[in-house]
């Protein structure tokens, strides 16, 4: 019997490239696409066997070549700041092209966000932007997949490295300050890439059990004050945190940064079911991420 056979989106980023390197240690059969194929990651991507080709997400037809004879894909999309609504747009013809491929299995890592989307203090930008990953969602849900599964992930711990870190966190570099919308006493939900992929593998492995679910994903909940204080450890940086006012709220209520200073971030912990996702999987608490990527956290910080 031939191995399962599964193509991945966003191959050589921080979620779909540990999942390939997993699946390739099972024996797994693993394809993708890259726009960069001499690039570190997807030469490494090769050398484990891998398979990529050229494909675009604005392009279905290319998309479905690539996927053809694959029975499970794993989906993650792209916010764009400039044009948020290409997310939507990508995220249908990836949806669409595993239709016609005849996938059988979807995992997608999505966004927290989406169970907030009835709650009267979004912001309009934060509304949009996740409108358009909903959308994406009820197309997987309204096609003929057989299994299908929603990882919700809330914060993830590598927008504290660069480049994302300049978006979401300005300030944390140049000033060493975290300007947040939480509140003390309140957690965020820190999810680690890696335990994503992980948790994606176990989904792959049992297609029955986690079929129609979307689950609340998060590696550790961990205040803000708590979490300056180890990444301050781990780099000999003194940090502080901000919390902000209505008043400061509100003034980044347009802007891509404002993902990181809704205030329906205050509520991320409560969705969270960690005894359940500690029983699937390892997770990684923040000060062992913070060990594992320590040089780019030192290049970053220091």
Request: hydrophobic share 40%; net charge negative; with cysteine.
């Given at each position: 019997?031939?191995?399962?056979?599964?193509?991945l989106c966003s191959i050589t980023g921080?979620?779909?490239?540990?999942?390939?390197?997993?699946?390739?240690?099972?024996?797994?059969?693993?394809?993708?696409?890259?726009?960069?194929?001499?690039?570190?990651?997807?030469?490494?991507?090769?050398?484990?066997?891998?398979?990529?080709?050229?494909?675009?997400?604005?392009?279905?037809?290319?998309?479905?070549?690539?996927?053809?004879?694959?029975?499970?894909?794993?989906?993650?999309?792209?916010?764009?700041?400039?044009?948020?609504?290409?997310?939507?747009?990508?995220?249908?013809?990836?949806?669409?092209?595993?239709?016609?491929?005849?996938?059988?299995?979807?995992?997608?890592?999505?966004?927290?966000?989406?169970?907030?989307?009835?709650?009267?203090?979004?912001?309009?930008?934060?509304?949009?932007?996740?409108?358009?990953?909903?959308?994406?969602?009820?197309?997987?849900?309204?096609?003929?997949?057989?299994?299908?599964?929603?990882?919700?992930?809330?914060?993830?711990?590598?927008?504290?490295?660069?480049?994302?870190?300049?978006?979401?966190?300005?300030?944390?570099?140049?000033?060493?300050?975290?300007?947040?919308?939480?509140?003390?006493?309140?957690?965020?939900?820190?999810?680690?890439?890696?335990?994503?992929?992980?948790?994606?593998?176990?989904?792959?492995?049992?297609?029955?059990?986690?079929?129609?679910?979307?689950?609340?994903?998060?590696?550790?909940?961990?205040?803000?004050?708590?979490?300056?204080?180890?990444?301050?450890?781990?780099?000999?940086?003194?940090?502080?945190?901000?919390?902000?006012?209505?008043?400061?709220?509100?003034?980044?209520?347009?802007?891509?940064?404002?993902?990181?200073?809704?205030?329906?971030?205050?509520?991320?912990?409560?969705?969270?079911?960690?005894?359940?996702?500690?029983?699937?999987?390892?997770?990684?608490?923040?000060?062992?991420?913070?060990?594992?990527?320590?040089?780019?956290?030192?290049?970053?910080?220091?």
């Amino acid at each position: 019997m031939p191995p399962p056979s599964v193509f991945l989106c966003s191959i050589t980023g921080s979620q779909g490239k540990p999942l390939a390197l997993q699946l390739r240690r099972l024996g797994w059969t693993v394809k993708g696409t890259s726009r960069t194929p001499d690039s570190n990651a997807a030469r490494q991507l090769k050398a484990a066997g891998v398979e990529l080709s050229e494909g675009d997400w604005d392009d279905v037809a290319s998309l479905t070549a690539a996927m053809s004879g694959v029975e499970k894909i794993f989906i993650s999309t792209i916010t764009y700041a400039d044009d948020p609504d290409r997310e939507r747009r990508q995220g249908l013809n990836i949806v669409a092209a595993a239709k016609a491929a005849k996938v059988q299995q979807v995992a997608l890592s999505g966004s927290l966000g989406v169970v907030t989307l009835g709650d009267p203090t979004l912001s309009p930008f934060f509304k949009m932007v996740i409108t358009g990953k909903r959308v994406i969602e009820q197309a997987i849900e309204d096609g003929p997949f057989k299994h299908w599964t929603f990882i919700r992930p809330a914060f993830f711990m590598n927008n504290l490295l660069t480049p994302q870190v300049d978006y979401f966190l300005p300030h944390l570099r140049q000033e060493n300050i975290w300007e947040t919308v939480m509140r003390e006493g309140e957690r965020l939900a820190l999810a680690d890439p890696d335990d994503i992929s992980k948790l994606v593998v176990v989904i792959f492995q049992n297609p029955e059990k986690w079929h129609g679910r979307g689950i609340p994903f998060a590696s550790e909940l961990l205040s803000v004050p708590d979490m300056l204080e180890q990444l301050g450890e781990a780099t000999g940086t003194e940090f502080e945190e901000y919390f902000m006012t209505d008043e400061d709220i509100d003034s980044q209520a347009v802007s891509f940064s404002f993902m990181m200073s809704d205030r329906v971030m205050r509520k991320q912990a409560e969705y969270m079911d960690m005894e359940e996702l500690s029983s699937a999987i390892k997770l990684t608490s923040f000060s062992e991420w913070l060990e594992k990527e320590k040089e780019t956290v030192l290049e970053t910080y220091c």
